[in-house]
């Protein structure tokens, strides 16, 4: 089946400490995106890629860091620089060039920074 | 700027009954896509349905349906024979181009037995 992959689910981390999230899809989409989810919030973009080797800073990007070395890879970092890591992240992927600019979502990752 | 809101936090209906969720935008592009994503509680975001801007037709997929009023630039989704399985957060949102998607901040809609 295709589809988008993160892992793991939840991930807990000492303040202080960089820590990547994965996010894999098997759907052959150009466009890859990273959003974060806090209660009472929509989604805000993080940083998204349109091709390999090429990825632009979304509305929140400070205190991430992302690689897009295979079309199929997306990982985030969130390093010790953001200041309230804790939220729920979600990986998307969109087809280019159809237009109707629908994101596939991914399942998600808790993360939460103690 | 494009803007999404969503002005109901909270909704709730009684299964089989019919609920409108409400949604308003602000965006000076002409060509764009609406859309309805849910999210259950497993935290999956599905798209519900895709509204583009310059079709004037309403939208439908089974018993979700759109009210799209480009001119007020108002997007309501209306669930029609609510069933348990719609209990989620709905959110709204609007894209012009594959860099860009806005979401609203989303509405918890419980439906009752």
């Known amino acids: 089946d295709g589809g988008i992959t993160q892992s793991p689910k939840y991930l807990f981390r000492k303040e202080g400490q960089n820590v990547t999230l994965s996010c894999e899809q098997n759907l052959n989409h150009d466009a890859m995106y990273w959003y974060r989810q806090d209660p009472g919030q929509g989604l805000r973009l993080i940083y998204y890629s349109q091709i390999v080797n090429d990825f632009q800073k979304g509305d929140i990007a400070e205190g991430y860091s992302v690689s897009r070395e295979k079309k199929e890879s997306f990982p985030l970092t969130v390093t010790s620089a953001q200041k309230n890591p804790t939220a729920f992240y979600l990986c998307?992927?969109?087809?280019?060039?159809?237009?109707?600019?629908?994101?596939?979502f991914g399942p998600g990752t808790r993360l939460t920074v103690t | 700027a494009q803007t999404v809101t969503q002005s109901q936090p909270e909704m709730s209906v009684q299964e089989a009954e019919t609920v409108t969720l409400s949604c308003t935008y602000d965006t000076s592009e002409s060509n764009y896509y609406l859309f309805w994503y849910k999210q259950p509680p497993s935290r999956q975001m599905i798209l519900v349905i895709r509204q583009e801007a310059y079709k004037q037709q309403n939208a439908t997929e089974n018993r979700f349906s759109v009210n799209f009023q480009k001119a007020a630039k108002s997007f309501s989704l209306k669930i029609s024979d609510s069933q348990l399985g719609d209990t989620a957060m709905y959110f709204c949102?609007?894209?012009?181009?594959?860099?860009?998607?806005?979401f609203g901040a989303g509405t918890r809609l419980t439906v009752k037995p």
């Open positions: 949102a609007f894209s012009y181009n594959n860099n860009d998607m806005r």
């Open positions: 998307a992927s969109s087809i280019l060039g159809q237009g109707s600019y629908e994101q596939y």
